[in-house]
């Protein structure tokens, strides 16, 4: 037997168990709209405006830089796992360790240049500041 | 000889090291001092940066480094970078356009915010490009162009203020992310057909693979990544958007070092990786390049004789020029022995280009500079104000349109002498049919400087000196390379020789 008719058969099921749940729900449940259904589900809050709205652009800052270490660590991982077995073999510290801190140096260099430059600073949007003062008022 | 016995081998790639330190220093600089606006310093330390890249390509060119006569191309980091003529040639182009446009900006810059940024991104960028023209896995291609393509993006939309920049700086990203996908795409679909990223392992798995149909997709999509870079057709929309709302010398380094770039590494892939030799016979894609050759060089040039905006028109016109720098991969065959000669005056075209067309774009940065309007009749009668500069621009739009006492003649000539050579004469008369054309409205630009009363009152009343330095450094480059070329067409032919060998 074709092991594609396996599969094809899972995906048969699996297509339909959901489309079969949702017609026999809608066969058996009484239809009782109301306002509180078709809102917006917030976690119990009130929904309030529309979601086109400004975010601070230092999240997106943050969020780079996050990506950037992030990468960085990623890399960092399989050279500490054949750094000493590198060493044991014979590679000398220089192909083994400089290339890394050279690596490192260059973020360096880039993290300090952004952190002089206001990248982890919180500024505070003047938009938020004066809504937070209607509210208190 | 010389230096293979004197450095070692990692240093070859000194060029494009040094391009790397100058915009990791360039960023140290601005993290002591934020806030300070000191041009001079950041202008100098790029200019010492790109000269001192191009001390080291001049120097390991002259000195053979990786050349045939010293044992080939000198291959680095398990075959992922190739250090040869090649190479090192548009290595040289590159830092001299990098030079020319750092000097520019100096003026061009005056009073605006983030400069620091602005020349650590170029030097980026020209990394980018020399460890592009150094490439020798499609791995390190994409990600070298993505390095050379990042920044450019940034670059382009620098006058955070100015709707046109910001503009022309999505539109840039937009298409290039594009066809970054399609790129990455292509090379996904060759290693599928072949199992390997480094060229000549391709080259070999292609020879006879049974993959015709998948490896084939994967050389279109990939050329079609070399076709953004080099803003041919079919990707070549970006351009006159990218070019008019950049700032003047950021549009000089795409045009000219950027698609330069993209040149040194389809030559490698398409010589190397896709040989004509080893490529199975379903894989045509000299055609594919004689198409993209005549149609981007037509487009480019009849879409440029309509233009009312001189810097839109140089645009243009810049893409008429990628589309003869095409004719080094159209007028290919396997095994012919002029195919080193046809690509290596490609390759020079492309260093002449680099001066002319730098020095035009940067001569559109000195009249942004005194703010005088970008139709070709706010450059009526500029002859008179500005005799130098403007006899500087004579002689780019004259070496652009390949008139004979140029540097643009010589080049073009080898070119056009290689494809009838090869025996492609009809793209070689579709070329001289196209410089024709395109005397006309180069020479537009020239009428109204000379020969045009002025329409207004000019106001100018500065003479920017690092603008005017650049210009006439690109200028006294096309010039000198009338008696120079020579050893420059050889040096080039050289070292496409050694691509096919």
Excluded at chain 2, 6 to 31: E, F, Y
Aim: negative net charge; aromatic residues 12%; hydrophobic residues 55%.
């Amino acid at each position: 037997m074709n092991p594609w008719i396996a599969i094809g058969a899972l995906g048969v099921v699996s297509i339909g168990i959901p489309l079969g749940m949702m017609a026999v729900s809608a066969l058996l449940r009484p239809s009782v709209p109301e306002q509180g259904k078709s809102a917006i589900y917030e976690s119990g809050e009130i929904p309030t405006g529309t979601a086109r709205l400004q975010f601070n652009i230092q999240y997106y800052m943050v969020a780079l830089l996050f990506v950037i270490f992030d990468i960085e660590t990623v890399l960092i991982f399989p050279w500490t796992v054949i750094y000493r077995s590198a060493l044991e073999q014979g590679a000398s510290l220089t192909e083994v360790l400089l290339p890394m801190l050279v690596f490192i140096g260059i973020l360096v260099v880039g993290l300090v240049w952004a952190w002089r430059n206001g990248a982890v600073e919180w500024v505070k949007s003047p938009l938020a500041e004066s809504r937070k003062t209607e509210r208190q008022t | 000889m010389l230096l293979q016995s004197q450095l070692p081998n990692s240093l070859a790639l000194a060029p494009v090291l040094v391009l790397a330190l100058t915009a990791l220093l360039l960023l140290v600089v601005d993290s002591i001092d934020p806030d300070s606006t000191n041009s001079a310093a950041l202008a100098g330390i790029s200019v010492v940066g790109a000269l001192t890249s191009l001390g080291f390509a001049g120097w390991f060119l002259s000195a053979g480094t990786g050349q045939v006569s010293t044992g080939g191309g000198i291959s680095l980091y398990g075959e992922a970078l190739v250090v040869d003529g090649m190479a090192l040639f548009f290595m040289a182009i590159f830092a001299s356009v990098t030079a020319m446009v750092a000097i520019g900006s100096y003026d061009y810059l005056r009073g605006k915010p983030h400069q620091a940024e602005f020349y650590t991104l170029v030097m980026f960028a020209a990394t980018g490009m020399g460890l592009m023209a150094a490439a020798n896995s499609l791995a390190t291609a994409f990600v070298a162009l993505e390095l050379a393509s990042l920044p450019s993006y940034a670059l382009v939309a620098f006058l955070k203020k100015n709707r046109g920049s910001v503009e022309a700086g999505l539109k840039y990203f937009l298409i290039g992310a594009v066809s970054s996908a399609v790129f990455v795409f292509g090379i996904s679909l060759v290693y599928a057909a072949t199992g390997s990223m480094v060229f000549s392992d391709v080259a070999e798995a292609l020879n006879g693979t049974e993959f015709v149909g998948v490896a084939g997709l994967g050389v279109l999509m990939i050329a079609g990544g070399f076709a953004f870079k080099t803003a041919s057709v079919p990707f070549h929309f970006w351009a006159p958007e990218a070019y008019e709302g950049a700032p003047a010398p950021i549009s000089a380094f795409l045009s000219s070092a950027s698609k330069a770039a993209g040149f040194a590494v389809a030559f490698r892939v398409f010589t190397e990786a896709f040989a004509l030799s080893a490529i199975p016979a379903g894989i045509d894609w000299v055609l594919l390049f004689q198409i993209l050759a005549v149609v981007t060089m037509t487009l480019g040039n009849f879409a440029a004789a309509t233009q009312e905006n001189v810097k839109r028109m140089l645009a243009y016109s810049s893409i008429g020029h990628a589309g003869y720098a095409l004719i080094g991969l159209a007028a290919l065959s396997a095994g012919s022995a002029q195919n080193g000669n046809v690509m290596g005056a490609s390759m020079a075209h492309l260093l002449v280009y680099g001066f002319m067309n730098t020095g035009a774009f940067l001569f559109i940065a000195l009249t942004e500079h005194w703010d005088i309007g970008r139709r070709f009749e706010d450059f009526n009668g500029l002859g008179s104000q500005a005799p130098v500069a403007c006899a500087a621009m004579t002689v780019f739009m004259f070496s652009l349109a390949g008139l004979p006492p140029f540097g643009g003649f010589f080049s073009k000539y080898f070119l056009f002498a290689g494809a009838i050579g090869a025996g492609f004469w009809w793209l070689a008369a579709v070329g001289a049919v196209n410089s024709a054309l395109s005397l006309f409205y180069y020479s537009r630009v020239v009428k109204a400087i000379w020969i045009e009363d002025p329409s207004g009152e000019f106001q100018i009343t500065s003479k920017p000196i690092g603008l005017y330095a650049a210009v006439m450094i690109a200028a006294l480059g096309t010039l000198v390379l009338l008696p120079g070329f020579g050893p420059v067409i050889e040096m080039a032919q050289t070292a496409a020789t050694a691509l096919f060998a």
